[in-house]
T-cell receptor, first 112, second 116 residues
């Protein structure tokens, strides 16, 4: 799985968009970008994934650059409950029973 | 509601006293896995199972056992717990098929274990 780099921490004002970046410059053609988050000591929660097109669901949007070397997770209207550690993971979609490698992630703090 | 259920949520025990942490999923997932999470070490995989009666070691299997007799259940067994197994444990499951959407892992709420 490709290595990812994320800033260790970010703050965001409540109600504003939170933009969390992730660099994955060694990503290969068959690797997807997945985002998970972990609210303090709770089980990690899947947010969104994508291959090369931008994706949106009820939780967030995922913007992947054209060269696929980086991506941004966007929480459009952050709330206090979005305070969590956000993990960007790059992995192939099929055939692998290997664990998810979470890395250090970004601690997002949403401020009132 | 689709979910992964772990029990107990909190457990304090003593060295050498056998214990079992249960994990059950109601999504008919083929793949199940156990992780432990320790400060500074992230999530590390203990064991995983790709289907009934099929289990394999992850990165840190020493001191743990698992079984997969039914598709929905994947208990984690500590035959003789030691203090270095004090940790936060998570069970996860996924459909585990060739499509990216089916490779999404769903996690339980966690079991915080303290071994004295």
């Amino acid at each position: 799985d490709a290595k990812t780099t994320q800033p260790p921490s970010m703050d965001c004002a409540e109600g504003r968009a939170a933009n969390l970046p992730c660099n994955h410059s060694t990503i290969s053609g068959n690797e997807y970008v997945y985002w998970y988050r972990q609210i303090h000591s709770q089980g990690p929660q899947y947010i969104i994934h994508g291959l090369k097109n931008n994706e949106t669901n009820e939780m967030a949007s995922l913007i992947i650059t054209e060269d696929r070397k980086s991506s941004t997770l966007i929480l459009p209207h952050a709330t206090l409950r979005d305070t969590a550690v956000y993990y960007c993971i790059v992995r192939i979609s099929s055939g692998s029973a290997r664990q998810l490698t979470f890395g250090s992630g970004t601690q997002l703090t949403v401020l009132p | 509601e689709a979910q992964v259920t772990q029990n107990p949520r909190y457990l304090i025990t003593v060295t050498g006293k056998k214990l079992t942490v249960t994990c059950s999923q109601n999504m008919n997932h083929e793949y199940m896995s156990w992780y432990r999470q320790d400060p500074g070490l992230g999530l590390r995989q203990i064991y995983y199972s790709m289907n009934v009666e099929v289990t394999d070691k992850g990165d840190v299997p020493e001191g743990y056992k698992v079984s997969r007799k039914e598709k929905r259940n994947f208990p984690l067994i500590l035959e003789s717990p030691s203090p270095n197994q004090t940790s936060l444990y998570f069970c996860a499951s996924s459909l585990f098929a060739g499509e990216a959407a089916k490779n999404i892992q769903y996690f339980g709420a966690g079991t915080r274990l303290s071994v004295l």
